[in-house]
């Protein structure tokens, strides 16, 4: 089955980067658009960043020019790197599998999670 396990969360001061990994499996990832999202207490769970299998990538606005998201199809791993790190990016970060529709694009499949803290 599907299993998508997060590393590299962390404490962090402002201004400072952190570098998330996601391990995955049980699927041919190499096909398979990759996502991560984020979730703040209270909040609703928002996408961050995605990376189609080809290697195409959108960023949600609050990120953009900070955070970088990449894959490497031989390990089957996903990464977000942040850099420049606010407290608003405090969050449960969240890996995803894709599914791609014509009408667009919905999260499938989802890791634990991995809490990120951004001190100010």
């Known amino acids: 089955q599907v299993q998508l396990v997060e590393s590299g969360g962390g404490l962090v001061q402002a201004g400072g980067s952190l570098r998330l990994s996601c391990a995955a499996s049980?699927?041919?990832?190499?096909?398979?658009?990759m996502a991560w999202y984020r979730q703040a207490p209270g909040q609703q769970r928002d996408l961050v960043a995605r990376?189609?299998?080809?290697?195409?990538?959108n960023y949600a606005d609050s990120v953009k020019g900070r955070f970088t998201i990449s894959r490497d199809n031989a390990k089957n791993t996903v990464d977000l790197q942040m850099n420049s790190l606010k407290p608003e990016d405090t969050a449960t970060y969240y890996c995803?599998?894709?599914?791609?529709?014509?009408?667009?694009?919905?999260?499938?499949?989802w890791g634990q999670g991995t809490q990120v803290t951004v001190s100010a």
């Open positions: 995803a599998t894709v599914r791609v529709r014509v009408g667009g694009f919905s999260p499938r499949d």
């Open positions: 049980g699927f041919i990832f190499s096909c398979i658009t």
């Open positions: 990376i189609s299998s080809g290697g195409s990538t």
